[in-house]
């Protein structure tokens, strides 16, 4: 089974609120907004490890439905590059490594944030995330096509003649007991 690593680079949803997005995961990750605004220097922070695409699904979920992005790559590639951060830092500057643990894991994406942590909910296993109705029907004209009636066809035209090949000789080789 393949496993999948989960990185937060700071990125953002267009037409999202950042203040929005930065109080949602500091939600998810169950931490102050001030702690927060430090994931979104651009550097790269690995969310979680080695898991499986079920679970990577439902953390891209969490995060879409709070207008973040995060990277999903397989286990033991390489971690997604940092980039340039879309905002300019504020003056907490970048993340330390003590800082970087003080980050912990955001909440298990099992279990839906309350209304407290954020303004998300995760949706329940099996359940259509997409409410969009279905496009309707195409107008496609099948007045010019006919059917021939049931059990009269063949398929001999679907044939393909392959022409014969010859025996090598092997007049040479002989059976030999052991």
Same mark, same amino acid.
């Given at each position: 089974? &393949?496993?999948?690593?989960?990185?937060?680079?700071?990125?953002?949803?267009?037409?999202?609120?950042?203040?929005?997005?930065?109080?949602?995961?500091?939600g998810l990750f169950k931490i102050q907004e001030d702690?927060?605004?430090?994931?979104?220097?651009?550097?790269?922070?690995?969310?979680? &490890?080695? &898991?499986?695409a079920e679970?990577?699904?439902?953390?891209?979920?969490?995060?879409?439905?709070?207008?973040?992005l995060i990277q999903i790559v397989p286990s033991?590639?390489?971690?997604?590059?940092?980039?340039?951060?879309?905002?300019?830092?504020t003056a907490a500057g970048s993340a330390s490594n003590q800082d970087r643990a003080a980050v912990a894991e955001p909440a298990h994406p099992d279990q839906a944030p309350t209304k407290g942590?954020?303004?998300?909910?995760?949706?329940?296993?099996?359940?259509i995330l997409d409410d969009t109705p279905p496009p309707p029907p195409a107008d496609i004209d099948t007045s010019g096509l006919d059917a021939?009636?049931?059990?009269?066809?063949t398929l001999e035209d679907c044939k393909v003649e392959k022409p014969p090949r010859p025996i090598p000789d092997i007049s040479h080789m002989k059976l030999v007991d052991d």
């Open positions: 089974m &393949q496993t999948f690593d989960i990185y937060f680079l700071g990125e953002i949803l267009p037409d999202s609120d950042p203040a929005e997005v930065r109080r949602g995961v500091a702690a927060a605004e430090r994931l979104f220097s651009g550097q790269a922070y690995r969310v979680k &490890q080695a &898991q499986d679970t990577a699904s439902r953390y891209r979920a969490a995060f879409r439905a709070i207008g973040a033991g590639a390489p971690a997604p590059a940092d980039r340039v951060p879309a905002t300019p830092p942590d954020s303004d998300s909910d995760l949706a329940a296993p099996g359940s021939l009636p049931p059990n009269t066809g």
